[in-house]
């Protein structure tokens, strides 16, 4: 997959990658050395979502927005709520060419499941 806005990643294990440059996806700058899992989906649900194809720029600006990198003081701040962060990320799957279907499906999981990360901080 190809975007508009090349995303360089390094990949540090099977489900994991650092970003090599900053980037700016949908208005957001998601800072080089960010470490990502890609679109954090089971891979039974590989089907609807995976990790680095299509919903990866979503996916970033989404990690981001539940775990921001540290501010100058040595703070994480998040710019939204979670509910906001979901949707979104939902937003951007759509402007990314994913279906409503399976756009829908990763916005439900998100809701469903992102309390757990989001509480923990990442």
Do not use: C, Q
């Not at 980037?23 to 470490?35: D, N, R, S, W």
């Not at 890609?38 to 680095?52: K, Q, T, W």
């Amino acid at each position: 997959m190809t975007w508009p806005t090349p995303i360089k990643l390094l990949r540090t294990g099977p489900t994991t990658a650092v970003l090599l440059e900053s980037v700016e996806l949908f208005g957001v700058v998601i800072p080089e050395g960010y470490t990502t899992d890609g679109a954090s989906v089971p891979r039974a649900f590989y089907n609807i979502i995976a990790r680095f194809t299509d919903a990866l720029p979503a996916a970033l600006v989404h990690d981001i927005r539940y775990d921001p990198p540290e501010n100058v003081y040595g703070l994480k701040v998040r710019a939204l709520r979670r509910s906001e962060a979901d949707s979104e990320f939902y937003r951007n799957l759509r402007a990314s060419g994913v279906s409503r279907r399976r756009a829908w499906l990763a916005y439900s999981a998100v809701r469903a499941g992102g309390w757990v990360p989001w509480n923990r901080g990442s």
